[in-house]
């Protein structure tokens, strides 16, 4: 077993005066315990100012539009919500679905976009759109409908505004203010034809929000049209406190029928749409589409089993189709957005997966690669930008450590080395400026909040946009003195592999007492826990009450290389609970931990993974709380299910050794379910199938449902009650 010493900054803890007691409460109120949260962090597209929402103090879930002026290095309100809309904001039900595919909560301005030219802010707000002119700093409203206008957006030269409704796309005209709409089948087939919409799937798990894009000279949109008719009805119940809403939800189960999708090229002039030729199979995905040219648009096709992905590029003015590169994998292949067209010629960079890790290429328009631009057993996590004149590109990924992100920089000819730019050990999260003359920093480690800087090319720190630095004031720093900085470390895996792991020691730690022992886990790919960054401070919360609270990386999970994610390959549940198991036998050899007194907890996948460890390793685990889990994978949605599983008509016994079910009668310890009653996602109905039969068995848990609450159980009151539960009955049973 090794232990690694990662730098945390905990600079002047010792002058911290006594602390308070953090609570569950505290935890989950206003302001945040982690203090000023800029997101959607942008610079304009001239470079003169960076743009974030910010929550406000006395209500951190209450977003308003802000800028950073790189001129006079003043930070300033650009828009008030409550100035265009106070009161509640009654979503339409796309919205609602939307957001929470995005993960994102809260009220106010929740997205933007600027225009190309820099001159002008986009902002959907409570149903409507809404412009604003940097000129004049005066935002103008531009629809005012009982429909719900969405995925809001300035055309590439300013001229237009865009935006769906109802299920159609519509343009207005900024100078003339004329409103014009471009589809008009859209709601067509009982409601089941979408134009420029992202279907289920796309929105909830290939990361695409969107169902149109712009052509660069503003003459063609591109875009998807969906038929849902395919896809299974089913009736799902969201319960809430008063009611029970009968949802009638065309949901893609495993197996089961996906939406027929087309991808067509709009010509604004004329109106009209040439629909492209997708090829003879129909059971197909489009994950993405991207303009590399006025008159070439490429797009991503994948094959349902997506072992399969080919970039394809099409001439918008003949219609003829080419594949450019095909990518294969025995398992699947992940997809990326790390795909970008060189102005200056006929090239391209491209990640791929295919020597194991994610790297980058740089391709001509034929396809033939023209060179490797990163590679070792090592990750890039993501292709940031490009400067062409200087011939370098910039990266984050692990190449020192794959529990830290950092930028780095190589050359464009792929002979150069890689040199790193960030400086600061723990996690960074970048925004570069359209021209790659600088970029935002988003930096946290264990012990630090996110902070937010200004940098130029070289790494060096321009200027703080928020530094949110804990000092007095700081609604962490009554806190500090007590704050608890994690222990990392790895353990070797029987079967040979690495592991690396997070341990929270308790307060007021004594070697010569033993202690119970909280394993947080999420397990599932694309996931990473055990990272050198700020951490959710339940866990912090529990180390303070005594717990040693402990967190493995199981294979499955990400930025480890595809030689760790691949075998769960229509087995899950079960090499990741050999993972899980190897690292609680890691805790049983601490002298400090009670054997007896280890307990699980995980939400979603994690839940699901909460219950494998205690149905088919129930030694281990004295109590478990398992949050809103996948209970069986046929259950769940077809991108996510057969990437990983395969199709379930095709390899049943994959499913049914993946599901619960078949080692539900092995429960052994204490058992505490939670699930919210209206969750679209990981539906409820996974719960209760799952209760049906452990009463059935004649075995005994605890169950707690949320009225109203989908997948993510929003809201203040609703966490701190869900937590507080948590740490009663990890209390009761350790």
């Known amino acids: 077993m090794k232990r690694l010493v990662l730098p945390l900054i905990l600079a002047g803890i010792s002058g911290y005066s006594s602390a308070e007691e953090l609570t569950i409460d505290r935890i989950f109120s206003d302001p945040a315990l982690s203090g000023a949260s800029p997101r959607a962090l942008q610079y304009s597209p001239d470079g003169s100012r960076v743009t974030f929402l910010q929550g406000r103090k006395e209500d951190y879930n209450r977003y308003d539009l802000w800028e950073y002026s790189l001129k006079d290095g003043e930070t300033r309100m650009l828009v008030n919500s409550d100035?265009?809309?106070?009161?509640?904001?009654?979503?339409?039900?796309?919205?609602?679905?939307?957001?929470?595919?995005?993960?994102?909560?809260?009220?106010?301005?929740?997205?933007?976009?600027?225009?190309?030219?820099?001159?002008?802010?986009?902002?959907p707000l409570a149903g409507d759109v809404f412009y604003y002119d940097v000129a004049n700093a005066k935002p103008k409203r531009l629809t005012e409908t009982e429909a719900f206008e969405t995925d809001v957006r300035v055309s590439p030269k300013g001229q237009f505004v865009s935006f769906i409704r109802d299920q159609n796309i519509f343009v207005v005209d900024l100078k003339t203010g004329k409103e014009r709409q471009l589809t008009s089948d859209g709601g067509s087939k009982n409601g089941a034809i979408k134009n420029g919409m992202a279907e289920f799937v796309a929105q909830e798990e290939m990361g695409r929000m969107t169902g149109y894009w712009w052509s660069p000279d503003e003459q063609q949109i591109a875009y998807l049209q969906v038929d849902e008719s395919p896809v299974d009805e089913v009736t799902r119940s969201e319960i809430y406190a008063d009611r029970i809403d009968m949802i009638q939800q065309r949901y893609p189960a495993a197996g089961r029928p996906n939406v027929k999708i087309k991808l067509g090229v709009l010509d604004l002039a004329s109106g009209k749409t040439r629909w492209l030729d997708l090829g003879k199979n129909e059971d197909i995905y489009i994950p993405r589409v991207k303009w590399a040219r006025n008159d070439l648009l490429s797009y991503q096709w994948q094959d349902r089993s997506q072992q399969k992905l080919e970039l394809r590029f099409v001439n918008t003015v003949n219609g003829k189709t080419r594949t450019a590169l095909t990518e294969r994998s025995d398992t699947w292949v992940n997809l990326h957005k790390d795909l970008r067209f060189l102005k200056d010629s006929d090239r391209f960079i491209w990640a791929s997966e295919k020597d194991g890790f994610k790297h980058l290429y740089l391709y001509d328009l034929s396809g033939k690669q023209l060179a490797q631009l990163t590679d070792g057993d090592w990750a890039i996590d993501k292709l940031e930008a490009v400067d062409e004149k200087a011939g370098k590109v910039y990266f984050s990924g692990r190449k020192d450590t794959p529990l830290e992100r950092h930028l780095y920089v190589t050359g464009l000819d792929g002979k150069s080395g890689i040199d790193k730019i960030s400086s600061r050990a723990?996690?960074?999260?970048?925004?570069?400026?359209?021209?790659?003359?600088?970029?935002?920093?988003?930096?946290?480690?264990?012990t630090t909040p996110a902070q937010v800087s200004l940098h130029g090319i070289d790494g060096k720190r321009v200027t703080w946009l928020e530094e949110n630095k804990v000092e007095k004031g700081h609604p962490l720093y009554p806190y500090m003195s007590d704050w608890i900085a994690p222990e990392f470390g790895t353990i070797k895996a029987p079967e040979g592999h690495t592991l690396y792991y997070r341990m929270y020691k308790p307060a007021d730690f004594d070697p010569k007492k033993t202690y119970p022992v909280m394993v947080f886990l999420y397990g599932g790919p694309h996931a990473q826990l055990v990272t050198n960054g700020w951490d959710r401070p339940f866990n912090q919360y529990m180390a303070q009450q005594g717990y040693v609270v402990f967190t493995v990386d199981n294979r499955g999970s990400a930025n480890r290389g595809k030689k760790f994610e691949d075998p769960i390959f229509k087995k899950m549940g079960s090499v990741e609970v050999d993972d899980q198991v190897t690292g609680v036998k890691f805790l049983r050899t601490l002298p400090f931990v009670d054997p007896e007194r280890i307990g699980v907890y995980g939400h979603s996948y994690g839940g699901y993974m909460a219950l494998m460890t205690m149905f088919k390793a129930g030694d281990y685990f004295k109590a478990g709380i398992s949050g809103a889990p996948v209970t069986a994978w046929g259950l769940y949605d077809t991108h996510y299910t057969e990437r990983y599983m395969g199709n379930p008509n095709q390899v049943p016994e994959a499913y049914e050794a993946s599901s619960v079910f078949p080692y539900a009668k092995d429960l052994k310890g204490s058992l505490l379910i939670y699930h919210g009653m209206a969750d679209d996602n990981v539906l409820f109905t996974n719960t209760t199938r799952l209760i049906k039969q452990l009463q059935d068995d004649g075995q005994q848990f605890e169950l707690m449902t949320y009225p109203g609450k989908k997948h993510s159980l929003r809201g203040k009151e609703t966490r701190k009650h869900w937590h507080q539960m948590m740490k009663n009955f990890f209390d009761r049973n350790l």
């Open 83 to 123: 100035k265009l809309h106070k009161g509640e904001e009654n979503l339409s039900d796309e919205e609602k679905a939307r957001r929470e595919r995005q993960r994102i909560f809260g009220s106010g301005i929740m997205e933007y976009s600027w225009s190309k030219d820099g001159k002008s802010l986009l902002f």
């Open 426 to 446: 723990g996690m960074h999260s970048i925004a570069f400026a359209g021209d790659a003359s600088g970029y935002i920093d988003t930096y946290s480690n264990p």
